[in-house]
């Protein structure tokens, strides 16, 4: 069983379209996150959501929209997408929250790879 | 902003030597943690330590950690081949309110056979 699975791995479109990514993990983590790793591999938190409440959001444009319908998933929605979105998407999830009193490691999806077009 | 910067970006070296990588840091933390991305992947989660901890081995690995000079390192002893991959350092910051792991630029270690 794969811990924390996001699909698609592979999104082609144009720009101005609407796309999702869709994460979940069965790890019974309270946290999880969205990263973006640029084409120079530079990794950034976008978002952070712990039991469905979000904690961070770390000045992503409000075309980015993440949804958490319980803890087990957090879904990202993109709106009027640009060529600048073009990275690769990971989720990730760790028991407690970083700087709480037991932040452990983060396990995380293998990324979703979008490119606008 | 960005916390840690791992030194060197690229390191390429022979099957059997030893690879070390370094990475600072500009604020005070928690822990430290090591994470590896192998091409094409996700990153996979090698070693924490914490801020009161100075040196901590897992296998072939070993991490140290100076806060007085915000550095740590990463040493993989004995690389194999299959130790090529992305290393990336994360440090969780423990100023008030801030509530990420934030993760440097990585270093790429190329292991030849």
């Known amino acids: 069983d794969t811990a924390v699975s996001q699909t698609p791995k592979y999104l082609v479109t144009q720009m101005g379209n609407d796309k999702s990514i869709k994460c979940e993990q069965n790890l019974g983590h309270d946290t999880m996150y969205w990263y973006k790793q640029d084409s120079k591999k530079f990794l950034k938190i976008m978002f952070s959501?712990?039991?469905?409440?979000?904690?961070i959001n770390e000045t992503v444009p409000n075309r980015f929209s993440p949804k958490s319908p319980d803890k087990a998933h957090l879904n990202l929605h993109i709106n009027s997408l640009e060529l600048g979105d073009s990275a690769v998407y990971f989720c990730?999830?760790?028991?407690?929250?970083?700087?709480?009193?037991?932040?452990?490691?983060?396990?995380f999806g293998e990324g979703s790879r979008l490119t606008v077009l | 902003s960005q916390q840690g910067e791992e030194d060197p970006q690229a390191l390429s070296i022979q099957e059997g030597e030893n690879a070390t990588m370094n990475c600072s840091y500009k604020t005070s933390i928690n822990n430290l943690q090591w994470y590896r991305q192998n091409s094409g992947r996700g990153l996979v989660h090698l070693i924490l330590?914490?801020?009161?901890?100075r040196e901590k081995h897992s296998g072939r690995l070993r991490v140290t950690l100076d806060t007085s000079k915000k550095s740590s390192s990463l040493l993989i002893t004995a690389s194999r081949a299959a130790d090529t991959a992305s290393y990336f350092c994360a440090t969780d910051p423990s100023q008030g309110g801030s509530e990420k792991l934030v993760f440097g630029k990585g270093t790429k270690l190329t292991v030849n056979p």
């Open positions: 330590i914490r801020s009161n901890e």
């Open positions: 959501y712990n039991n469905k409440e979000l904690i």
């Open positions: 990730a999830s760790s028991q407690g929250r970083a700087g709480g009193p037991y932040t452990g490691e983060l396990f």
